[in-house]
């Protein structure tokens, strides 16, 4: 019996040991300062994006007369107003958002009027125009027109925790 014990535990404590080594080793992570250049970077982004698509089509949107709100904003503003389960205007306004698009889809409100702006992965500009009815958000129109295509650059940081991160799962 003494001996099966001693052949069990020759047995996995390498395997003990193996598992601390690897555990010891820790993970790449990005900097608070590549973090901070990441959302600086993103919201520039998403600005130049919004600009191309309002020139584009042409539309009258500027932060005098509409209010730029995100998917997150949206989100807030449902909550903060009691985050009710069936709420047709935070509902139709929110499945708007439901679209694939390069950079953030991006809602310019005023009264009784928005916009819904984004940039298509084949970089089509679209625009949805909404009106408040009486119990929801209604699509009235949508614009489309082939819009410049706008780079996204990786930061040096990023590449760098990108390799870092490879190498990392070489390891095990």
């Known amino acids: ?17 193996y598992l601390l080594d690897v555990q010891g080793e820790e993970l790449p992570r990005l900097s ?5 250049n990441m959302r600086n970077r993103d919201e520039q982004y998403n600005k130049t994006i919004m600009n191309d698509i309002i020139t584009s089509l042409e539309l009258d949107i500027n932060e005098q007369s509409y209010i730029e709100v995100t998917d997150r904003g949206l989100d807030a503003a449902n909550l903060i107003y009691g985050g009710k389960e069936i709420d047709e205007y935070y509902q139709s306004l929110h499945d708007q958002f439901i679209v694939a698009s390069r950079g953030k889809p991006t809602l310019f409100i005023k009264p009784a009027e928005a916009y819904l702006l984004y940039k298509q992965p084949d970089n089509t500009n679209v625009a949805v125009h909404l009106k408040l009815a009486t119990l929801k958000w209604e699509v009235v129109e949508k614009k489309r027109k082939e819009g410049n295509a ?5 930061l040096k940081c990023e590449k760098d925790y990108i390799k870092e991160k490879k190498e990392y799962g070489k390891k095990e």
């Not at 019996?1 to 040991?17: C, D, E, Q, R, V």
């Not at 706008?150 to 990786?154: S, T, V």
């Open 1 to 17: 019996m003494g001996k099966i014990l001693i052949l069990i535990g020759g047995l996995f404590l390498p395997m003990f040991l």
């Open 32 to 36: 608070a300062d590549c973090l901070k």
């Open 150 to 154: 706008i780079d996204y650059k990786l």
